[in-house]
């Protein structure tokens, strides 16, 4: 018996209304600025001022510096999205970036980031005023596209080492943006992150270090023993705790910012420690994503304490 023929329906799709559209096409184009990385480097920007000021700064300059470095930042993380397109279409912690699936074309993340680069630019020059925070936000994002993304990253197992100069730039940034200067407390903010980079992303780098491989993307525990990247990690772990008790004379920091950078020093130290007494022992957990979790609140108590430091009495200061 034949079988009756298949009903096809006259009732159009319902159109989806512009508005969502255009939400979307939105929300694509923020994700390539990489909203999460760009929390921190605002972290890092914001006590950077206020140590400069000795208090705070006019709101409205905090306001247009911040903003000014999310565009600087943003610019150079949509860049990168657009160069290393190909890697994130291979690994399954990138695979849903909006250039892998098809959200943003090609040649509109290109466009997206020259728009941002140049606007952040402008922004620094224009608005905030300072040639030294306009150069210094130039070369971060070179620093990033250039230095990393396109030299360093799929080139050598050091490259977040270097190639993390681009992230620690925001403390020269806030720095500059209120005295048009620099001096040696910013510099001191600036290794602090340096130092920080390596212990903060390579337990990143252990957890998915099949993906990394995957992509031919030699991260250091792609390429070196667990053993080996632990023991680098507890290096830079003990100079970014010796460079955040520096800044305590050289800053006139109070015993407040001692407790809490010591403090927090030793606790994050004592986290390399342990994975590093893990992997001797051939444990098959590591606990990489909670060192890598510890790392960020690391940062975010140091900088915290930076942050309240010039509102606190003289009396506490330590070299009074």
Not at 65 to 78: M, Q, W
Not at 162 to 181: E, H, Q, Y
Not at 247 to 255: E, F, N, Q, R
Request: hydrophobic letters at 55%; proline letters at 6%; charged letters at 15%.
């Amino acid at each position: 018996m034949p079988q009756p023929a298949a009903v096809v329906s006259d009732v159009p799709a319902p159109a989806v209304p512009r508005w969502l559209l255009a939400t979307r096409v939105a929300k694509a184009y923020v994700a390539l600025t990489k909203p999460r990385i760009i929390e921190l480097l605002l972290v890092t920007t914001l006590p950077a001022m206020v140590l400069a000021a000795d208090g705070w700064p006019s709101l409205g300059l905090v306001a247009a510096t911040l903003f000014g470095g999310y565009l600087s930042a943003g610019s150079a993380n949509a860049f990168n999205c657009y160069i290393d397109r190909d890697i994130d279409a291979l690994m399954k912690r990138t695979r849903n970036r909006p250039l892998v699936t098809g959200e943003v074309s090609e040649r509109g993340a290109l466009v997206f980031a020259w728009v941002l680069g140049v606007v952040s630019t402008a922004w620094f020059l224009v608005v905030i005023g300072s040639v030294l925070a306009t150069v210094l936000s130039v070369l971060a994002i070179l620093g990033y596209v250039v230095g990393y993304t396109l030299i360093l990253k799929r080139r050598t197992a050091q490259n977040i080492v270097w190639g993390g100069i681009a992230g620690c730039m925001p403390a020269l940034i806030g720095w500059a943006a209120v005295t048009d200067s620099l001096a040696w407390e910013p510099f001191l903010l600036f290794l602090i992150v340096f130092f920080w980079t390596p212990p903060h992303y390579w337990p990143l780098s252990m957890k998915f270090r099949k993906d990394y491989a995957h992509a031919e993307v030699p991260m250091l525990p792609v390429v070196a023993p667990t053993r080996r990247v632990a023991i680098e990690m507890i290096a830079y772990a003990v100079a970014m705790v010796v460079t955040s008790l520096v800044l305590v004379p050289v800053g006139g920091m109070t015993w407040v910012y001692l407790a809490a950078a010591a403090g927090a020093g030793v606790w994050f130290l004592n986290g390399c420690i342990q994975l590093y007494r893990r992997s001797q022992r051939g444990e098959s957990k590591l606990r990489e994503m909670r060192l890598f979790r510890e790392s960020i609140v690391y940062l975010t108590v140091v900088f915290a304490a930076v942050l309240v430091d010039p509102f606190l009495p003289d009396a506490l200061t330590v070299w009074g």
